[in-house]
């Protein structure tokens, strides 16, 4: 069964960080392009990121440039985003997603083979 579990989400205080984990079950996802989004409540998903599988480069949305970061364990089969200088805007359901043997071209992921359940950052004082 192919899927991808999240871990990783919380509480943090404005300023802070926290990382979210994206690990694979049933592939090997060092063959897969990794897209990051997150979901505001009674929004549509703002796409985050996008890691292609081709050359590991990522893009990232204006939103999060500078602030967050990818990156990937493949001995774990574990993808990551760390988040820093969180901001009370940054609230929302975070996802992680995965298609198979693409190069991003900006920051979306459109077409997706596997996806988390979602994480919830809460980012408040």
């Known amino acids: 069964q192919v899927q991808l579990v999240e871990s990783g989400g919380g509480l943090v205080q404005p300023g802070g960080s926290l990382r979210l984990s994206c690990a694979a079950s049933?592939?090997?996802?060092?063959?897969?392009?990794i897209g990051w989004y997150r979901q505001f409540p009674g929004k549509e998903r703002e796409g985050l990121s996008c890691?292609?599988?081709?050359?590991?480069?990522?893009y990232y949305t204006n939103s999060v440039k500078g602030r967050f970061t990818v990156s990937r364990d493949n001995a774990k089969n574990t993808v990551y985003l760390q988040m820093s200088s969180l901001k009370p805007e940054d609230t929302a359901v975070y996802y992680c997603?995965?298609?198979?043997?693409?190069?991003?071209?900006?920051?979306?992921?459109?077409?997706?083979?596997?996806w988390g359940q979602g994480n919830q950052v809460t980012v408040s004082s």
């Open positions: 049933g592939f090997t996802l060092e063959d897969y392009a």
């Open positions: 997603e995965a298609e198979r043997d693409y190069t991003c071209v900006d920051y979306m992921l459109l077409a997706f083979d596997a």
């Open positions: 890691t292609s599988s081709t050359d590991g480069k990522t």
